[in-house]
């Protein structure tokens, strides 16, 4: 079965970091561009950040520039989204996306 999954989230204070990651299974992320979304409650769903397949291009949504950073590691087959700084607004679901499928989300809530 072909499919991604999405791990990594939690709760934190204000402040404070989450990886997450999103690994493919059953198929090889390689040749793919990733992209991490996030919902929150009431919410459109948004695009947060991508990464080419070659991990030489990213991109970030200006809300988090300079405090999230998305990576690739091919050989695990895994993309991840480094958070750091978290605020409450970041608080969402987060899904990557590639190919053509979504992961199933991990929830990201920073309160104090």
């Known amino acids: 079965q072909l499919q991604l999954v999405d791990s990594g989230g939690g709760l934190v204070q204000p402040g404070e970091s989450l990886r997450l990651s999103c690994k493919a299974s059953g198929w090889f992320l390689e040749r793919w561009a990733i992209g991490w979304f996030r919902q929150a409650p009431g919410k459109e769903r948004e695009g947060v950040s991508c990464?080419?397949?070659?991990?030489?291009?990213?991109n970030y949504t200006d809300s988090v520039k300079g405090r999230f950073t998305i990576s690739r590691d091919n050989a695990k087959n895994t993309v991840y989204l480094q958070m750091n700084s978290l605020k409450p607004e970041d608080t969402a679901k987060y899904y990557c996306?590639?190919?053509?499928?979504w992961g199933q989300g991990t929830q990201v809530t920073v309160s104090a």
């Open positions: 990464i080419s397949s070659s991990g030489g291009f990213t």
């Open positions: 996306y590639a190919g053509a499928l």
